[in-house]
């Protein structure tokens, strides 16, 4: 139960700094939370590919997912600019 609400928490707040931080207009609490846990998914496996693990620790966990929604926010401005 503890690990769902961390990820929870980790999530809506990594998804709503990622929003800020790649400039976003914000998506509301649920699309930010989608963001987030996807993120951490996508930036847990891309640090491992390079072998970076910051431990289990909430800011490594949040810097983790926190890079992941950045790149998922960057790949999704990049398939839907408007040309």
């Known amino acids: 139960m503890l690990g ?3 990820t929870v928490i980790v999530g809506a707040l990594a998804g709503f700094l990622a929003g800020k931080l790649m ?3 914000g998506f509301g609490f649920l699309v930010n939370l989608l963001v987030g846990i996807v ?3 996508l930036g847990g ?5 390079f072998g970076i693990n910051w431990g289990r620790t909430f800011i490594g966990y949040l810097v983790t997912a926190l890079i992941g929604s950045c790149l998922l926010l960057w790949v999704v401005s990049l398939l839907t600019k408007k040309k």
């Open 4 to 6: 769902t609400l961390l």
């Open 23 to 25: 400039k976003g207009s």
């Open 45 to 49: 496996n891309l640090l491992a590919w």
């Open 39 to 41: 993120g951490g998914f």
